[in-house]
């Protein structure tokens, strides 16, 4: 690569590097957590994830339609060029054709994504099912794919818990995210759930299921490589906390409260899974 292309590639590295800083601390945190040689991978595939779930939450006043056709014109411009000028795109792109990341996982993503520009509700748990493999499944196994470097066997063995946390992650978010989902976007991810009258049923069996992802996922976590295993680790530990805080949140406030998980507690719970996995006490 010649000199010029490094300083693109560099800067569009830097450039998925500060869409995560920008949109998720927490995330952010993880990732610095990771070992230095795949920090910029993981970085990479979450800028592309964040801008594609940006023009479908957050471009209210403009042509979100249109933006998202262009921006997937665009992504799969830089997939077969292997170049684009937009940042974010040019260093997913890199990524994915450096770990062989799958097609048909990118093409998942955009699917559930375009399903949110007009798609209100979720009636089946099929539809819902569907939702969450392209939304969040997909994403852990594209991290997968950078974890175990190549490892095609490892990856494979792996992947169901790999899936599985993502679901969790995913599902913790739709409930901490209630109000604005439901208030600003008028979209209901759990099926026939009315989270108007969130029910304590309703709201046990939501928590009931996360947690069973969670356990599932914690299987293939204690297996990852020593390269991945603290990052992941600790967003495990992270969104854990957030689930437990929103078992303790009545159902009746669940629409009025957006769960959070304070900067002492954040720090608290790296030191203790940085010990965990120090001392192989996972």
């Known amino acids: 690569m010649n000199s010029n292309m490094q300083t693109y590639s560099d800067l569009a590295n830097s450039s998925s590097q500060a869409v995560t800083q920008a949109y998720s601390t927490s995330f952010y945190s993880s990732v610095s957590m990771l070992d230095p040689s795949i920090q910029s991978h993981i970085h990479n595939i979450y800028g592309f994830v964040r801008l594609a779930d940006e023009i479908v939450d957050s471009f209210l006043d403009y042509d979100q339609e249109a933006?998202?056709?262009?921006?997937?014109?665009?992504?799969?411009?830089?997939?077969?060029?292997?170049?684009?000028?937009?940042?974010?795109?040019?260093?997913?792109?890199?990524?994915?054709?450096?770990?062989n990341i799958d097609i048909h996982l990118v093409k998942a993503f955009m699917s559930s994504m375009r399903m949110d520009l007009t798609k209100l509700d979720y009636l089946s748990v099929e539809e819902y099912e569907q939702y969450i493999y392209g939304?969040?499944?997909?994403?852990?196994?594209?991290?997968?794919?950078?974890?175990?470097?190549?490892?095609?066997?490892?990856?494979?063995?792996?992947?169901?818990?790999?899936?599985?946390?993502?679901?969790?992650?995913?599902?913790?978010?739709?409930?901490?995210?209630?109000?604005?989902?439901?208030?600003?976007?008028n979209r209901s991810y759990f099926p026939n759930v009315d989270f108007n009258n969130l029910s304590a049923d309703n709201k046990a069996a939501i928590i009931e299921d996360i947690e069973k992802d969670f356990e599932e996922a914690y299987v293939g976590i204690v297996?990852?490589?020593?390269?991945?295993r603290f990052g992941v680790y600790t967003a495990y530990k992270y969104y854990m906390q957030?689930?437990?805080?929103?078992?303790?949140?009545?159902?009746?406030?669940?629409?009025?409260?957006?769960?959070?998980?304070?900067?002492?507690?954040?720090?608290?719970?790296?030191?203790?899974?940085?010990?965990?996995?120090?001392?192989n006490m996972l």
Do not use: W
């Open 135 to 185: 939304s969040a499944d997909v994403v852990g196994l594209m991290c997968l794919k950078i974890f175990v470097n190549g490892d095609q066997s490892l990856y494979d063995h792996l992947k169901p818990s790999a899936m599985k946390l993502g679901s969790a992650f995913q599902k913790v978010n739709f409930l901490r995210d209630i109000k604005a989902d439901s208030e600003v976007l």
């Open 67 to 99: 933006l998202f056709n262009k921006f997937e014109a665009d992504l799969y411009d830089a997939i077969i060029q292997k170049i684009s000028l937009n940042p974010v795109l040019h260093a997913f792109q890199a990524t994915l054709h450096e770990y």
């Open 242 to 279: 957030l689930l437990k805080k929103l078992k303790r949140t009545p159902s009746s406030r669940i629409l009025d409260t957006r769960v959070r998980v304070k900067d002492h507690v954040k720090l608290a719970l790296m030191v203790k899974s940085y010990m965990n996995v120090r001392f």
């Open 223 to 228: 297996q990852l490589p020593q390269t991945a």
